[in-house]
C-alpha cells in the first residue's frame, strides 16, 4: 500500500450530485457488462447495489486492461500499475474527476472496505499480465506454439483464485455486512467456486490467450498435453478432467449456503440469486456433458430472471 493512503487523515467528498454521476456511469458499466452480477445486485437496497457497482466497474476496468490483446503486453501491465496508483490517490483523499474512483472511493468509506482489499482486486490481474511479460511476443505477433500452464498443482492455483475471486467475496461481505468473523473464510471459499466455473467455462478462451489454469498435476493425471487445448482434436478427452473440477467446485458452493444467513438479512437474498446463477452454470456444463470447446456456454435471460423472481420472493418474505 502507498504511504500516501496510510498517512492520508482529511477525507474530502465529492458533491452529492458529482456522486448520482459517478454511481450512474458505474452502474452502465455493470449493467452492460456483468453477465451474472448485476442479477444478483438488483435485490440489493440501493445504496448497496450502488457499491458493488462500483467495485465491479473498477474490477471491469483492470481486467479490460489485462485482456486487451490489441495493446502490447508490456504496456498492459504499465496501465495496469498506472491504474492502482490513480487508487492509491483516490483513496488518499485526493480530489478526482473520474468516475469510477469517485464511487469506489466514497463506497470504501462508506462501508470501511480495507484499502489493502480493493488493491488486491487489481494486484489479481496482474498477476496474469506479470506471467505473460517474459511468455508472450509483443501484440499482433503469432501466438506461442505451445501453452504453458500457470499453475503447477491446485493448491497453486488456489493463491491466484484469491486474488481475483476470494477477495471479491471479501469485499461484497463488507458492502452486505455481517458480524460473526466466520463469513469471511466462507466466502473466500464461495468466490473459489465462481472462479472454479469460470476457469472450467473459458478453458477454450484463456487457451485462446495462451493462459492454462488447469493445474499441471491435474493436466498430467489425466494424460492431458496443454497443447491438446488448442487442437480441440476430441473434446470427450476432457470431459473426467473438467468433471472433477467441477466436483471441486461444488465442494465449495456448500461455503456460498453458509454464508447467506450470516450476512445481513436485506442482502441474503442478493447472495442467493449469486450463488445459484454460478451453480446453475455448472450443473449447465454438466448437462452438457463438459463441451465447452464448440461454443460458450451460458444461462439464458430467462434462466437467470426465472432464479431473480425467486430471489425477489426472498427478499419479500
Avoid at 465491479?56 to 481486467?63: G, I, L, T
Avoid at 464461495?190 to 466455473?197: H, I, K, N, R
Amino acid at each position: 500500500m502507498s504511504a500516501s493512503v496510510q498517512q492520508a487523515t482529511l477525507q474530502v467528498s465529492p458533491p452529492s450530485s458529482q456522486l448520482a454521476i459517478a454511481y450512474s456511469v458505474c452502474r452502465g458499466i455493470t449493467r452492460s457488462a456483468a453477465k451474472n452480477f448485476y442479477y444478483a445486485f438488483l435485490v440489493l437496497p440501493r445504496r448497496k447495489r450502488e457499491a458493488l457497482c462500483a467495485v465491479y466497474a473498477f474490477m471491469r476496468r483492470c481486467d479490460d486492461i489485462a485482456d486487451d490483446a490489441m495493446l502490447p503486453v508490456r504496456e498492459r501491465k504499465n496501465k495496469l500499475e498506472a491504474c492502482l496508483e490513480s487508487l492509491h490517490r483516490a483513496l488518499a483523499g485526493e480530489p478526482t474527476d473520474d468516475a469510477v474512483l469517485s464511487a469506489l472511493t466514497d463506497a470504501q468509506r462508506r462501508y470501511r472496505i480495507a484499502p489493502k482489499l480493493l488493491e488486491q482486486l487489481a494486484y489479481g490481474t496482474m498477476m496474469d499480465v506479470q506471467e505473460s511479460v517474459d511468455q508472450w511476443p509483443e501484440a499482433g505477433a503469432p501466438a506461442p506454439p505451445e501453452l504453458t500452464v500457470r499453475y503447477r498443482t491446485f493448491e497453486d492455483l488456489y493463491q491466484y483464485c484469491y486474488r481475483v475471486a476470494s477477495v471479491v467475496g471479501l469485499v461484497c461481505i463488507r458492502v452486505f455486512g455481517y458480524r460473526d468473523p466466520a463469513a469471511e473464510p466462507l466466502a473466500e471459499r464461495c468466490g473459489l467456486a465462481f472462479q472454479l466455473t469460470n476457469i472450467i467455462r473459458d478453458v477454450k478462451e484463456d487457451a485462446e490467450m495462451g493462459r492454462v489454469y488447469l493445474p499441471e498435476k491435474d493436466l498430467a493425471a489425466f494424460g492431458i498435453a496443454p497443447s491438446e487445448l488448442r487442437a480441440l482434436a476430441d473434446a470427450t478427452r476432457f470431459r473426467p478432467l473438467l468433471a472433477m473440477e467441477a466436483d471441486r467446485a461444488r465442494e465449495f458452493y456448500g461455503a456460498g449456503d453458509e454464508l447467506i444467513p450470516l450476512i445481513d438479512e436485506d442482502s441474503q437474498p442478493a447472495l442467493w440469486v449469486l450463488v445459484n446463477i454460478y451453480r446453475k452454470l455448472l450443473e449447465k456444463i454438466a448437462q452438457q456433458r463438459y463441451d465447452v470447446f464448440h461454443g460458450k456456454i451460458s444461462l439464458t435471460v430467462r434462466e437467470k430472471l426465472t432464479i431473480l423472481a425467486k430471489g425477489f420472493l426472498k427478499r419479500l418474505a
